[in-house]
């Protein structure tokens, strides 16, 4: 069975500062997909950024990048220049084949804080 | 804010008795999953219905059951509520073309006592 693993409950980072959060995962298939899904106090789950295991480059959505390690099955997101509303909940998330099931699995999240 | 819309927002129910949600998906969108986010939790998938079938289901009991209406809307209903039922639970819809973005509801939250 596939897992996801956020090792991180808690960050916190200086507003314009730079933060990553970190995701390992577990799962014996070659293609797949990843995503990195916030949470804010609203409950409303909202995409971050998504990466296709078969592309090797890094998927980088404007402040928010992942630094994809295939073969250590690592994914973690990198966000620079840090604003206030970037404090919320981040989960990482895989997705297996066959794709048209949809099935997200989790991690526990990480509850990222950006101070002023 | 995305087009998935999930009523009510908050529910209190007492344990034993039965509880339905409604989702409606985003415009276009064909495939609604259901998902229970207990406290502190991520997201556990529970089933997902695509063009009104069950399409795939997680580790669930029965009595946690759904359909999906010919517009796509969607229910989830659970009987015999236990208190380990109280969650947040959200609805994801897609376009069901697999590994694409899936647009969430803010979540119904189910307290059981």
């Known amino acids: 069975a596939q897992t996801v693993t956020q090792s991180q409950p808690e960050m916190s980072v200086q507003e314009a500062e730079t933060v990553t959060l970190s995701c390992t995962y577990d799962t014996s298939e070659s293609n797949y997909y990843l995503f990195w899904y916030k949470q804010p106090p609203s409950r409303q789950m909202i995409l971050v950024i998504r990466?296709?295991?078969?592309?090797?480059q890094n998927a980088t959505e404007n402040r928010f990048s992942v630094n994809f390690q295939k073969a250590a099955k690592s994914f973690s997101l990198k966000i620079s220049d840090s604003q206030l509303g970037d404090t919320a909940m981040y989960f990482c998330a895989f997705m297996k084949p066959p794709y048209n099931t949809d099935k997200l699995i989790f991690g526990t999240g990480t509850r990222l804080q950006v101070f002023p | 804010e995305t087009g998935v819309t999930q009523s009510p927002t908050h529910l209190i129910k007492t344990r034993g008795q039965q509880v339905t949600l409604r989702c409606s998906s985003q415009s276009g969108h064909n495939t609604v999953s259901w998902y229970q986010q207990a406290l502190g939790q991520g997201p556990q998938f529970i089933f997902q219905y695509y063009r009104e079938e069950e399409n795939g289901r997680g580790n669930f009991p029965p009595r946690f059951s759904g359909l999906q209406f010919p517009n796509y809307s969607s229910e989830l209903n659970v009987n015999a509520l236990e208190l380990d039922d109280s969650a947040l639970y959200l609805c994801?819809?897609?376009?069901?073309?697999?590994?694409?973005?899936?647009?969430f509801g803010q979540g119904t939250r189910l307290t059981v006592v």
């Open positions: 994801a819809s897609s376009s069901g073309q697999g590994g694409m973005e899936a647009f």
């Open positions: 990466q296709e295991a078969y592309k090797q």
